[in-house]
């Protein structure tokens, strides 16, 4: 089974920035689709990024869209979130996950088959 492991969180000030790591322990790591999803308390998980196989194809939720990017280097096996510009309302766990499913990306939690641990992220005002 594919495992993934989530790094980088941590407590940063409003307008700071983080950059999430997620690792890979499968060598075809290139042939899955990433995606970063959050979960906040008392909230359900929802979608924040995901990246094709190749990383040609990228789509964020709107409210990210200009401050986080995702990106992946196959050669590592890792899937980066870059998130600048942080507010409170990003605070969350931060989750990466693999689609085997859905080789070139998707929103939906359903369409992925593996699943980090996740990170914490804390956004102070």
């Known amino acids: 089974q594919v495992q993934l492991v989530e790094s980088g969180g941590g407590l940063v000030q409003a307008g700071g920035s983080l950059r999430l790591s997620c690792a890979a322990s499968?060598?075809?790591?290139?042939?899955?689709?990433m995606g970063w999803f959050r979960q906040a308390p008392g909230k359900e998980r929802e979608f924040v990024a995901t990246?094709?196989?190749?990383?040609?194809?990228?789509r964020y939720t709107d409210s990210v869209k200009g401050r986080f990017t995702i990106s992946r280097d196959n050669a590592k096996n890792t899937v980066y979130l870059q998130m600048n510009s942080l507010k409170p309302e990003d605070t969350a766990v931060y989750y990466c996950?693999?689609?085997?499913?859905?080789?070139?990306?998707?929103?939906?939690?359903?369409?992925?088959?593996?699943w980090g641990q996740g990170t914490q992220v804390t956004v102070s005002s």
């Open positions: 499968e060598r075809t790591f290139s042939s899955y689709a």
């Open positions: 996950a693999a689609s085997r499913k859905s080789p070139y990306g998707s929103i939906w939690l359903r369409e992925y088959d593996y």
């Open positions: 990246i094709s196989w190749s990383g040609g194809t990228t």
